[in-house]
């Protein structure tokens, strides 16, 4: 606990003349004894010619006791402010003190920047953004829905059995199909094709879709990469011939397609190792399989809308 500080000495009276009474809280002949009704008995009049060294200054702006206009209560040395400086009260509301100011500005700065988040949130859509899947739907069985009746000129014997798997997430709707194309009298596999349908619903697939296959012939350069116009909202072309002059070798192709939040490919692949020197059994032009696999990729889109 703290100590108050020690009052000072008072100075020596002239004989006769009634001491002032005691400004601090400690018992002494001029204390008023208990149950007074004043705190302290009035002061005694000045002594002509004595300077008062205990007449306590007026503090501008504080209330007086009344009878005694301005005037600090008595109890404490040095005006009433008691052994500790007192805390300055706050400015009032409507003042135009520093720290009003300063509350009122941080008070108006959150605001503005609630709103500038708000407006934020509003002109960029937010989270939950609707998917753009431009009526395409993603089959369980993608092969019904897969129009590859360009190739049946070359290819005449159907699949019987086609491979065909789908998944269903909020994230992602996808559909996959394989088919073996086989030429006539061939008991295996002479190319296979295969599709794919992917419905993007949580995430625009567009910017990541052109950067991969625009640029494919950057990370593969033995393929060739064109751009297809009337497929979608965007498509390409990559492909790459290695059969030229040799017994062995491969064709492959495939058409990537975007529309909206909607992405397709259609692939075409064959090996000259599985024809078996049968000249019958040669694999058609790259030329040929670019413009099957533009033709049946739009029926195929056609077929994957409601």
Same mark, same amino acid.
């Given at each position: 606990? +703290?100590?108050?500080?020690?009052?000072?000495?008072?100075?020596?009276?002239? &004989?006769?003349?009634?001491?002032?009474?005691?400004?601090?809280?400690? /018992?002494? /002949?001029?204390?008023?004894?208990?149950? &007074? =009704?004043? +705190?302290?008995?009035?002061?005694?009049?000045?002594?002509?010619?004595?300077?008062? $060294?205990? =007449?306590?200054?007026?503090? #501008?702006?504080?209330?007086?006791?009344?009878?005694?206009?301005?005037?600090?209560?008595?109890? %404490?040395?040095?005006?009433?402010?008691? *052994?500790?400086?007192?805390?300055?009260?706050?400015?009032?509301?409507?003042?135009?003190?520093?720290?009003?100011?300063?509350?009122?500005?941080?008070? #108006?700065?959150?605001?503005?920047?609630?709103?500038?988040?708000?407006?934020?949130? $509003?002109?960029?859509?937010?989270?939950?953004?609707?998917?753009?899947?431009?009526? %395409?739907?993603?089959? =369980?069985?993608?092969?019904?829905?897969?129009?590859?009746?360009? $190739?049946?000129?070359?290819?005449?014997?159907?699949?019987?059995?086609?491979?065909?798997?789908?998944?269903?997430? *909020?994230?992602?709707?996808?559909?996959?199909?394989? #088919?073996?194309?086989?030429?006539?009298?061939?008991?295996?596999?002479? =190319? %296979?094709?295969?599709?794919?349908?992917?419905?993007?619903?949580?995430?625009? *697939?567009?910017?990541? $879709?052109?950067?991969?296959?625009?640029?494919?012939?950057?990370? %593969? *350069?033995?393929?060739?990469?064109?751009?297809?116009?009337?497929?979608?909202?965007?498509?390409?072309?990559? @492909?790459?011939?290695?059969?030229?002059?040799?017994?062995?070798? +491969?064709?492959?192709?495939?058409?990537?397609?975007?529309?909206?939040?909607?992405?397709?490919?259609?692939?075409?692949?064959?090996?000259? &190792? @599985?024809?078996?020197?049968?000249?019958?059994?040669?694999?058609?032009?790259?030329?040929?399989?670019?413009?099957?696999?533009?033709?049946?990729?739009?029926?195929?889109?056609?077929?994957?809308?409601?």
């Amino acid at each position: 606990m +703290s100590t108050p500080p020690k009052p000072p000495q008072e100075p020596e009276q002239p &004989s006769g003349a009634p001491a002032p009474p005691s400004a601090y809280p400690y /018992p002494n /002949p001029q204390s008023p004894g208990p149950g &007074s =009704a004043a +705190s302290y008995p009035p002061p005694a009049a000045p002594v002509p010619g004595q300077q008062n $060294f205990y =007449a306590t200054p007026t503090l #501008v702006g504080q209330p007086g006791q009344p009878g005694q206009p301005g005037q600090p209560a008595a109890g %404490y040395p040095y005006g009433g402010q008691g *052994p500790y400086p007192q805390v300055p009260p706050p400015p009032p509301s409507g003042g135009g003190g520093g720290a009003g100011r300063a509350v009122l500005w941080v008070a #108006v700065g959150a605001v503005v920047a609630s709103a500038a988040w708000a407006a934020g949130v $509003f002109l960029i859509g937010g989270k939950g953004a609707e998917a753009d899947l431009r009526g %395409y739907t993603a089959p =369980a069985n993608l092969c019904s829905s897969t129009d590859y009746s360009s $190739f049946e000129t070359e290819y005449p014997d159907n699949d019987g059995s086609p491979t065909h798997n789908a998944l269903k997430d *909020p994230a992602l709707d996808e559909s996959y199909c394989s #088919v073996n194309l086989k030429k006539t009298g061939s008991s295996y596999a002479d =190319a %296979y094709l295969s599709t794919q349908v992917d419905l993007h619903r949580k995430s625009d *697939p567009g910017p990541e $879709f052109t950067a991969m296959w625009k640029n494919y012939g950057e990370r %593969y *350069p033995d393929y060739d990469v064109e751009t297809v116009e009337d497929i979608g909202e965007e498509a390409y072309l990559v @492909s790459e011939d290695t059969t030229s002059g040799s017994t062995s070798g +491969s064709l492959y192709a495939t058409l990537a397609v975007r529309d909206g939040w909607t992405t397709y490919t259609m692939s075409y692949s064959a090996y000259l &190792s @599985s024809y078996d020197d049968d000249d019958d059994k040669d694999p058609p032009s790259l030329d040929d399989v670019k413009d099957w696999l533009k033709t049946d990729s739009k029926a195929t889109l056609d077929q994957l809308k409601d």
